[in-house]
């Protein structure tokens, strides 16, 4: 079921805010969206997977923007999607899972593969289920390591859903990628990172610091030349190479009209570091 937990996760906190149960801040052209759900691990609500959406949009958009940092407070990244409204009694119309599986998580997994800025996700605890691929969506992982990546629909009798069997065959191959989903074992950061799931695992109190380090450097760099790279890595698993290469001559194309390649070019030529302004 779609919008059903994926760890069993239940709630009955009162009604607060989506503001406040998805922070979000912007400092240093760095948007920084933390999940604030600490007492369900951060399981996501369907009104918090729109304000997430939302805000990687605005982040794409905005030009005082060039990084994004996604992570959570308390001991869980995403422990996936929440419980309530996902599974209730009553006729269920054909197409109503596929339909709402578009609409939801899948849509939210689009946002962030498809950001025009780069996004870190720093996994803070347990990223489980869609929680797991929100991590995985994100163009950098940084994780404590006390993070934990569980594929867990398999232990509910469901199917992966939230892009995870587009995502994890392309990060790790698809027999490794079996291995996960189908036997749904606990993966520690450190086994996360030696599978190429993570970047960089780092201690608890590091790891604020060192995703605020990396989102800082990403923000000085050339923001249209990153975002287009992006889009070359991501089609690339999909494209043959003619249509690959076809797409980095137009990637060039795009990208030397910006002020920031034509600054690259000037500093090289001064022989002096480049100051690039995201444009």
């Given at each position: 079921?779609?919008?059903?937990?994926?760890?069993?996760?239940?709630?009955?906190?009162?009604?607060?805010?989506?503001?406040?149960?998805?922070?979000?801040?912007?400092?240093?052209?760095?948007?920084?969206?933390?999940?604030?759900?600490?007492?369900?691990?951060?399981?996501?609500?369907?009104?918090?997977?729109?304000?997430?959406?939302?805000?990687?949009?605005?982040?794409?958009?905005?030009?005082?923007?060039?990084?994004?940092?996604?992570?959570?407070?308390?001991?869980?990244?995403?422990?996936?999607?929440?419980?309530?409204?996902?599974?209730?009694?009553?006729?269920?119309?054909?197409?109503?899972?596929?339909?709402?599986?578009?609409?939801?998580a899948q849509r939210l997994i689009a946002a962030?593969?498809?950001?025009?800025?780069?996004?870190?996700?720093?996994?803070?605890?347990?990223?489980?289920?869609?929680?797991?691929?929100?991590?995985?969506?994100c163009d950098l992982v940084l994780a404590a390591?006390?993070?934990?990546?569980?594929?867990?629909?398999?232990?509910?009798?469901?199917?992966?859903?939230?892009?995870?069997?587009?995502?994890?065959?392309?990060?790790?191959?698809?027999?490794?990628?079996?291995?996960?989903?189908?036997?749904?074992?606990?993966?520690?950061?450190?086994?996360?990172?030696?599978?190429?799931?993570?970047?960089?695992v780092v201690p608890e109190a590091e790891l604020?610091?060192?995703?605020?380090?990396?989102?800082?450097?990403?923000?000085?760099?050339?923001?249209?030349?990153?975002?287009?790279?992006?889009?070359?890595?991501?089609?690339?698993?999909?494209?043959?190479?003619?249509?690959?290469?076809?797409?980095?001559?137009?990637?060039?194309?795009?990208?030397?009209?910006?002020?920031?390649?034509?600054?690259?070019?000037?500093?090289?030529?001064?022989?002096?570091?480049?100051?690039?302004?995201?444009?």
């Amino acid at each position: 079921m779609p919008e059903s937990p994926r760890t069993g996760v239940k709630s009955s906190e009162p009604e607060i805010s989506t503001e406040s149960l998805v922070q979000h801040a912007t400092d240093n052209q760095v948007c920084r969206i933390t999940l604030n759900r600490p007492e369900a691990l951060n399981a996501i609500t369907p009104d918090q997977r729109e304000r997430i959406i939302q805000l990687l949009g605005e982040a794409s958009a905005d030009p005082e923007v060039r990084a994004v940092v996604i992570t959570g407070t308390g001991r869980g990244f995403c422990a996936g999607a929440d419980l309530r409204g996902g599974s209730g009694a009553g006729e269920r119309v054909a197409g109503d899972v596929a339909r709402v599986l578009r609409l939801g998580a899948q849509r939210l997994i689009a946002a962030v593969l498809d950001c025009e800025k780069p996004v870190i996700a720093a996994v803070n605890g347990t990223a489980a289920g869609l929680g797991a691929h929100l991590a995985l969506a994100c163009d950098l992982v940084l994780a404590a390591e006390s993070a934990r990546f569980i594929e867990v629909f398999v232990r509910r009798g469901l199917v992966p859903d939230g892009g995870g069997a587009y995502l994890l065959p392309r990060l790790i191959g698809p027999q490794r990628a079996k291995e996960l989903m189908f036997f749904g074992d606990t993966l520690s950061a450190a086994e996360a990172e030696r599978l190429g799931l993570v970047n960089r695992v780092v201690p608890e109190a590091e790891l604020d610091r060192t995703a605020r380090e990396w989102a800082a450097r990403l923000a000085a760099g050339p923001t249209r030349a990153l975002a287009l790279t992006k889009q070359l890595v991501n089609a690339s698993l999909d494209a043959d190479r003619a249509t690959a290469f076809a797409a980095e001559a137009a990637a060039q194309e795009i990208n030397m009209t910006t002020g920031d390649a034509q600054e690259g070019v000037r500093s090289f030529m001064e022989r002096r570091s480049p100051e690039f302004k995201g444009r």
